[in-house]
Each structure stands twice: as structure tokens, then as C-alpha cells.
């Protein structure tokens, strides 16, 4: 509720001056006018007009840090509420409404805040996929145009249900990436810090030891301790030179040209090129097969596929096969001729092509991807573990063995 000043006029022609109480300035003129008054002028009262500014200044920036933020919990955030949409769409329920609903009834404050959002975009007139597409942290680009395509065509409970499951599939891939990477890095961080510890604390002291029984360390002691001393000396000198090579390497990957030629090479990376290559392709092919289900046309589908592709040199291929689609030739045909996909799921999809059941098609392809993307990052996790053990018992080995031959050798010199 807030305080409006008044100006009118009564039933015999005088001004009257006044303040009335009411939710908002359309609700004060009518109970003026049920009063008997004809409102000249309205507006809000100072000290409510201070008040509803700062509450309206934090609302905004709440709005504004829900736009903005990205991070791995928004998407779970997101996913959540597209589970509690689906379950009132899905029921029959037109979708402002069930935005509407889930806004008032939503008991986490994040969604609370999320379906907000949304509910005042909606009511203002935008559609859910234009309303999403303002909150990137919660919501992906591709989901947004699948969503696009389902209101189009008046499909989006199928479409939902859709993306919830590719949503789903691509964070348990994800997990399973993070979760197989997280041993070996430990286990390598460890090594790494017992050999600092023996390096920079134990052998120094050791090497003291020796020298006071008259002894020294061997070769390969004295080779791990003058490394060491290199890399301290030079250390800072190569970590600033990768920096600014970095920090080159970025700014031409922001140009054009620099940008599709990275990319191609990260494809060519061995044990992790091929894992992107599957990963592009699975999001590809999951989210094309969910394009053509939702009833929109192929041409429009490609448009829409080739906006979410993130590796560029990829994005460039599937423009030039796009244009030979839109041309007339056949999709298999064009994704061939550029390599965009492996020759037998090109098989699966031209029978689903011929036979008018690409839909289904692309729904093989995209399980096959990812059975296969799955053994690549089991093989590459298992792979990783391996050389992360090999590389830590190797250093521990070699600074244990370095300490204790000179230790031995220094005890047969001493007589008793």
C-alpha cells in the first residue's frame, strides 16, 4: 500500500486537494471517483514515492544478479524448475499459468526468484523462450531455441520432457568426467608435494649430514637439487613467457580466422580431441532429433543447430553443409561431405531419411554418441589415473632411492 496526492473536482465545481491510501494509482482514482470526485491529477506521495524507489532499486538488483550470474548450480537450478513446469504443463495447464503458480507456491527462494522472473516477462507479453533467454545462467541458449520451436508448433509438454532428459544425460557425463578426474589430480598434487617437501626441507639437510661425516651426495642427488635450484632461478621467468603467450594465444583465438584454427586443433589432441569431437556431436545430434520432433522444418532446424555449436571450426563445417541442405541435397549427403559425422551414423541417419523417420533416427545417433563418448572418458579417466600413479610412485622413488644410496655409501666409508 502507498499514499497518492490528489488533485479533483466535486459535484459543484471546487478543487479539492487530498491523500488517499491503495495498492497502486489505478486502485486510489477509482476510490476517489466512487467518492464523487473527478481526478485531475495523481501521483504518488513523497515519502511513499522514496520508499516504493528503494524497494524498487533492490528488486531490480536482485533481477539483475539473477540475470547475470552463470555457474553449474544455475543449471541445476534451472533444470529443477523445468521438472516442476513439466509436471504442470504436462497436466493440461497453459504455461504463464503454471509460472504463475510455481512463482506463489515454490518453496526453495532461488527457484522462487527464477519463476518470478519469468512470471514478469510473461506478464509484460514475451514468450517463456524469450523470457529465458535473459537468464543464460539458468538456462542454455540451445534449450531456449528447442523451447522456441515447441511454442511454435503448439508441442511444448514433448519438447519439455525432451530437454530434461538430454539436460540430465549431459550433467551425469559431466559428473563422471569431474569424479574420474579428481583421484588422479589429487594423487599427482601429493607427489608433487612430497618431492618438494624432500627437495627444498629433507636433502638439504641430509646433504649437510654427509658432508659432516665427510661424505657427499651421488650424482643423481646432486642432479634433483641443481634442478631445483634452476627451476627456482628460472622458474618465474618461463611462467611469465607462458602468461603472455597465453595471453597472445587468446586474443588471436578471439579473431575469426585464430578462432576456427584453434578449435581445429583442440580436435586433433590426442585422447582429448576426440572426447570434444563426441561431445559436439552428441549435443548435435540429441538436440536436432528434438527439433525435428517438435514438427518445425529441417531448414529451420539446421539455423537453430548451428547457433549452439560451440567449437568453431565445427560451426563452419555445419554452416557449409547447412546451405548445401538448403540447395536441395540430401542432410547425410552434405554432413558427408564435410565429415561432420562418422560413416555409420550417416547410414542411420539417410535409411531415417528415406524412410521419414529421421526423428527416430537421430534419437539412434544420439544414444550411439553417447555409449561412445561414455568409453572414451572411462578409457581417458582410467588412462589418467594410470600416468598420475606411474608419475607419483616414479618421484617418490627417485628422491628415496637418490637418499638412500648416498646415505649407504657414506656408511661403508666409515670405519669402526
Not at 25 to 30: D, E, F, L, T, V
Not at 44 to 55: D, L, P, R, W
Amino acid at each position: 500500500m502507498a499514499d497518492f496526492e490528489y488533485i479533483a473536482i466535486d459535484k459543484k465545481g471546487k478543487t479539492r486537494n487530498g491523500t488517499m491510501n491503495a495498492p497502486d494509482p489505478k486502485a486510489a482514482r477509482r476510490k476517489i471517483m466512487q467518492s464523487g470526485l473527478t481526478v485531475l491529477k495523481i501521483k504518488m506521495s513523497g515519502s511513499s514515492t522514496s520508499a516504493g524507489s528503494k524497494e524498487s532499486k533492490s528488486k531490480e538488483k536482485k533481477e539483475s544478479s539473477l540475470r547475470n550470474k552463470f555457474s553449474s548450480k544455475g543449471e541445476a537450478i534451472g533444470l529443477e524448475f523445468l521438472k516442476r513446469l513439466l509436471e504442470l504443463h504436462g497436466s493440461g495447464m497453459p504455461v504463464a499459468d503454471a509460472v504463475k503458480l510455481l512463482n506463489y507456491r515454490l518453496s526453495d527462494p532461488q527457484q522462487k526468484s527464477l519463476s518470478g522472473v519469468l512470471w514478469k516477462e510473461l506478464a509484460e507479453g514475451r514468450t517463456l523462450s524469450r523470457a529465458m533467454r535473459h537468464l543464460p545462467g539458468y538456462f542454455s541458449e540451445s534449450s531456449t531455441y528447442v523451447i522456441e520451436a515447441g511454442e511454435a508448433t503448439g508441442n511444448l509438454a514433448p519438447i519439455l520432457s525432451k530437454i530434461i532428459s538430454h539436460l540430465e544425460e549431459k550433467r551425469e557425463i559431466r559428473s563422471r568426467v569431474l569424479s574420474g578426474m579428481t583421484y588422479p589430480l589429487f594423487v599427482g598434487l601429493m607427489a608433487i608435494g612430497v618431492v618438494l617437501f624432500f627437495l627444498f626441507f629433507l636433502l638439504p639437510q641430509i646433504q649437510e649430514m654427509l658432508a659432516s661425516l665427510g661424505g657427499e651426495l651421488n650424482l643423481m642427488a646432486r642432479i634433483m637439487i641443481d634442478g631445483s635450484n634452476l627451476v627456482l632461478l628460472f622458474g618465474p621467468f618461463v611462467l611469465i613467457a607462458l602468461l603472455v603467450g597465453l595471453g597472445i594465444l587468446t586474443q588471436w583465438s578471439k579473431t575469426e580466422k585464430g578462432g576456427v584454427a584453434l578449435d581445429r586443433s583442440l580436435l586433433k589432441l590426442p585422447l582429448f580431441g576426440n572426447i570434444f569431437f563426441l561431445s559436439e556431436l552428441f549435443h548435435l545430434s540429441s538436440l536436432l532429433g528434438t527439433l525435428i520432433w517438435s514438427g518445425i522444418g529441417l531448414t529451420e532446424n539446421l539455423r537453430l543447430c548451428e547457433r549452439t555449436i560451440k567449437n568453431r571450426f565445427l560451426r563452419a563445417s555445419f554452416r557449409s553443409a547447412r546451405v548445401l541442405v538448403n540447395e536441395g541435397k540430401s542432410l547425410p549427403d552434405a554432413f558427408r561431405k564435410f565429415k561432420l559425422m562418422p560413416p555409420m551414423q550417416l547410414d542411420v541417419v539417410e535409411v531415417g531419411e528415406k524412410t521419414g523417420n529421421l526423428g527416430n533416427s537421430m534419437d539412434d545417433v544420439s544414444k550411439s554418441f553417447r555409449t561412445q563418448l561414455t568409453k572414451k572418458i572411462k578409457g581417458m579417466t582410467n588412462l589418467i589415473s594410470g600416468l598420475a600413479l606411474g608419475f607419483a610412485f616414479s618421484l617418490v622413488a627417485l628422491v628415496a632411492i637418490s637418499i638412500v644410496t648416498s646415505i649407504f655409501q657414506v656408511s661403508k666409508s666409515i670405519s669402526y
